[in-house]
């Protein structure tokens, strides 16, 4: 079968087109292209894995798809050419639009998707499952876990998928009969999608992050002129087409003008989610309790509760946002208010989110290691009044200038470390001087206990020592648990 057969029914094709005319070029052999590799195989496509890395891993997979007949190449320059006979190509999600493969591929002419917009292609016309989905700058994971749970509690059949860490390949092609997905959806994820048609989303903030893959132009959209408003056009994209409901924050208006700018179904409505009292077609608070004025036949006037400000562990104003936008998701699923409040209530998250690990001589020691980017960070500061803050990493390109003229007053003192620490110490320099500061320039591991150690001595009684670093972790840590143990650390060896 020739090339132009395939042409004519790739840009539509669904789980049921003619896969075996097809030659797919996945690129990369990670988690997400793996899976994707694996299910183009189910399809019946010939598949050719590339991938620069010929590490043990990448090795064991190659193994694998091979023993199901794909065609896998390792190693240095592996990725350098594509091959002429290609009818797709399938991206990991980290690769920059200006990668040459991809590059060669957007100058034939040949579609390029991503393992999500594989995963929703692979489940039409007749494997269908409602996907809950969820982006943001910050929350993402923390909000899609409590969806999850929430669904369960309702006694729904359902899986936290995507960015999260489980490929959504995996669900589609799971024997799991699933009534409806929780799924996470980063800016990289979005940017390969073209078709998603989901039954609700939320984009939970719009912050600097990421700014460095942005910076690559190959990847903007039609019109854009800056990183981050390429950046904030990929998260646009998870409301396009969006069936049921568009959730939004109400104390980020950016998230609600993407809302606006949408094309979705006819019908679909816009949920907002504030931590202040809801108007119509909002979640809120009031009194300590969460409550619903969107999902009622009543909206106009009365509320329904759905939680309990103590429901939320923890219950940081951010997290507390996180959970309304999880219940307005579950709710236009038609969750009801107690499900939500059992959710919240079974579910613990793991460790290095906001979590305390040691108090000594009135003085609090919090890991929220998971902070990785300065409105992260500023969220966490947020919930404490009397702050030695512990920083530094690889800032991905952002400024740490608004988060410290917004926190300046709550902190004590900073210490800083990482590649990026002059960043943040500039920031302090500029915005908090009277503020003491510490840069450590050791990129060792001992670095952190010599934080630490000059952390706990600037802190008294009812100050937080806090790890919020608003940076990445792999200038130092093999990933941000890594960095939180080492902070554990460091706090067990305090003395007094």
Known sequence: ?????????????????????????????????????????????????????????????????????????????????????????????????????????????????????????MSLPDRQVPW??????????????????????????????????????????????????????????????????????????????????????????????????????????????????????VADPATERLVENAEVVEGARAIGFTLGVPGPSMLGVVDDVLVDRAFISQRHDSAVEIAKVADVVPNAPHNIANALAAGALARSFGVPPQAVAQGLQRLRFGDHRIQTIAERNGVRYVDDSKATNPHAAAASLAAFDSVVWVAGGQAKGTSFDELVTQVGDKLRAVVVLGVDREVIAAAIRRHAPEVPLLVIESGDHGAMRQAVQWAASRASSGDVVLLAPGCASKDMYSDYAARGDDFAAAVAELTG
């Open 1 to 121: 079968m020739g090339r132009w057969s395939v042409k004519s029914w790739i840009a539509n094709a669904d789980r049921l087109s003619p896969w075996p005319q097809a030659k797919v070029v996945v690129a990369g052999l990670g988690t997400s292209g793996f899976a994707a590799a694996d299910g183009l195989i189910d399809l019946g496509a010939r598949v050719l894995v590339l991938d620069d890395s010929a590490s043990d891993t990448n090795a064991e997979k190659a193994k694998v798809l091979e023993m199901l007949d794909a065609e896998v190449r390792l190693g240095p320059g592996a990725t350098a050419e594509l091959p002429e006979d290609v009818d797709l190509v399938v991206t990991s999600p980290g690769w920059l639009p200006s990668a040459p493969l991809l590059t060669q591929a957007r100058l034939r002419g040949i579609p390029i998707w991503g393992e999500v917009e594989l995963a929703w292609r």
């Open 132 to 249: 809950l989905a969820v982006t943001g700058t910050n929350g993402k994971t923390t909000t899609v876990g409590m969806l999850e749970s929430m669904l369960t509690a309702a006694g729904l059949t359902t899986s936290a998928v995507g960015n999260v860490g489980r490929p959504i390949i995996e669900a589609v092609l799971d024997e799991v009969s699933y009534d409806v997905l929780a799924v996470e959806l980063s800016s990289f994820q979005l940017h390969w999608t073209n078709s998603l048609s989901l039954h609700s989303a939320a984009v939970l903030n719009i912050a600097p992050d990421h700014l460095e893959w942005y910076a690559d132009r190959a990847g903007w959209p039609t019109g854009i002129s800056d990183p981050m408003s390429a950046y904030a056009a990929d998260k646009a994209l998870i409301y396009e087409r969006v069936q049921q409901s568009c959730v939004y924050n």
